[in-house]
């Protein structure tokens, strides 16, 4: 089956500057590629998702790059707030069209003031 | 608004009992999920159901069971609850053609 792993685990970074989380993926029909954020205490909240006929996807200050070829995807936050401190989730969808998702370990985001 | 339950959100349990966790939507998706959570392993499936009277197992399905008698429910249950079942339990929902599921807040189980 599908597995996907998520670097790194932790990650501190300083009020403004940029974090960026990485994911690979193992299944090379996966199509579908969600990343999804949990604040303590709460279910997890998609935040930007790509889909595999597409390089790259911006929402303010979030971006998803896909990389097919090497079977990676990477979320990008550049101007990092407090609010941003939180856990966040990457997944694959287990095979083109399915609706199951694997989900990677997550990355505990700390954004220090 | 519409949106996704669960009860209870915390419970505490003794090894052995038969214990029912509840996921309730309002979106009338057709699709449902079960995720537990544990550190150290993120989100794994537990079971999933695509419609009434359809369920699936996931990855970690053993000592689990489902049942979709309607659109808005898929209770969880655990047939004879043990020490390694206790963890974070998330049900999700989405709809038929859309990419996004909806997680509940979550329950957390304890079993001693």
């Known amino acids: 089956g599908e597995n996907v792993e998520q670097h790194p685990s932790t990650l501190s970074v300083q009020e403004g500057d940029s974090a960026v989380i990485k994911c690979t993926y193992s299944?090379?029909?996966?199509?579908?590629f969600p990343w999804y954020k949990q604040e303590l205490g709460k279910g997890p909240q998609l935040i930007i998702d790509?889909?595999?006929?597409?390089g790259e996807k911006k929402d303010q200050r979030i971006a998803v790059t896909l990389n097919k070829t090497a079977k990676h995807f990477s979320l990008h936050i550049t101007e990092t707030q407090p609010e941003d401190s939180a856990v966040y989730f990457c997944a694959a969808s287990m095979r083109a069209g399915s609706y199951q998702l694997t989900f990677g370990k997550g990355t505990k985001l700390s954004v220090i003031p | 608004d519409a949106e996704i339950t669960q009860s209870p959100r915390h419970k505490i349990t003794e090894t052995g009992r038969q214990v029912t966790l509840a996921c309730h939507q309002t979106?009338?998706?057709?699709?449902m999920f079960w995720y537990r959570q544990d550190l150290g392993h993120g989100l794994r499936l537990i079971h999933y159901?695509?419609?009434?009277?359809?369920?699936n197992k996931g990855e970690v399905s053993d000592g689990y069971s489902v049942s979709r008698s309607n659109t808005e429910d898929l209770p969880l249950t655990l047939e004879s609850a043990a020490s390694s079942q206790t963890s974070v339990y998330f049900c999700?929902?989405?709809?038929?053609?859309?990419?996004?599921?909806?997680f509940g807040p979550g329950t957390r189980l304890t079993v001693l």
């Open positions: 999700a929902s989405r709809a038929s053609g859309d990419n996004e599921q909806f």
């Open positions: 159901s695509y419609g009434v009277q359809d369920t």
């Open positions: 979106w009338n998706h057709n699709n």
């Open positions: 299944d090379s029909a996966s199509n579908y």
């Open positions: 790509i889909r595999s006929n597409v």
